[in-house]
């Protein structure tokens, strides 16, 4: 899908890449054997060699929020799903768990024991794949390791999930699509990961597995939100088979 996307170039929005599939320009190499602008065709050639030296932070910049999802499958097998939680204020400081999901394995960094090998771990993957991570996650994560992370694509799945009318919080969203949590974390929210941390801090071993469970199932469930938005927003798309 990334090879067939036009959007990052010079005077294309959604109409005209549409109107380049229908005439049968399918992806960056025939638009290359086709009459375009020279701004347009330099974009192209740039496309193609960012992607063959696996340049991730040029489609970071190049593409809009809500079309990152397009990176799916050239990345989605080497993506990382991330979520933090904090200690309720706001400062690189104030996280307290990073947790991550590669597809097979959960994995928690925690404040005052493991916080810092997170920047090691994140930078090893191309994609991060967030929800509402724009405005929180990351750049919280970007202030605690200054200097880290340059070298991939941050798919927010908030932004295509309300192109395809899903809003609000991420439990209300998994909620529509059918998707479960635990007994024991189902209706716990942002402010209770606050307050099990701290009665965590105060000795309390189960509000420690509790924060750490919650966590779990925010990273996991990302990926099958993942699955749907590329499966939903590809199915909007016209074929250029």
Not at 14 to 25: F, I, L
Request: overall charge negative.
């Amino acid at each position: 899908m990334l090879r067939r996307t036009f959007l990052h170039l010079p005077g294309v929005g959604e109409t005209t890449e549409r109107r380049w599939w229908e005439r049968g320009v399918r992806d960056w190499e025939t638009a290359l054997a086709a009459p375009c602008r020279e701004d347009q065709r330099n974009e192209l050639l740039s496309s193609l060699a960012a992607l063959e030296r696996k340049d991730w932070t040029y489609f970071e910049r190049a593409l809009a929020n809500v079309h990152k999802w397009r990176a799916w499958e050239e990345l989605g097998g080497q993506a990382l799903f991330v979520d933090i939680e904090t200690n309720g204020s706001y400062g690189p400081q104030s996280i307290t768990v990073i947790g991550t999901f590669d597809g097979r394995e959960v994995r928690h960094f925690v404040a005052e024991e493991n916080l810092q090998d997170a920047a090691d771990h994140l930078e090893s993957f191309p994609m991060l794949v967030t929800f509402n991570g724009l405005f929180f996650d990351m750049p919280l994560i970007r202030q605690r390791f200054t200097h880290r992370l340059n070298n991939h694509l941050h798919l927010d799945l908030r932004f295509p999930l309300h192109r395809l009318g899903l809003k609000g919080g991420l439990k209300r969203i998994e909620q529509q699509l059918g998707l479960v949590r635990g007994e024991a974390t189902d209706g716990l929210g942002g402010w209770d990961a606050v307050r099990l941390w701290r009665e965590w801090q105060y000795g309390s071993r189960e509000s420690r597995e509790l924060l750490l469970e919650y966590n779990s199932e925010d990273v996991r469930n990302l990926r099958p939100l993942a699955e749907y938005v590329h499966a939903r927003m590809s199915a909007n798309l016209p074929s250029t088979s």
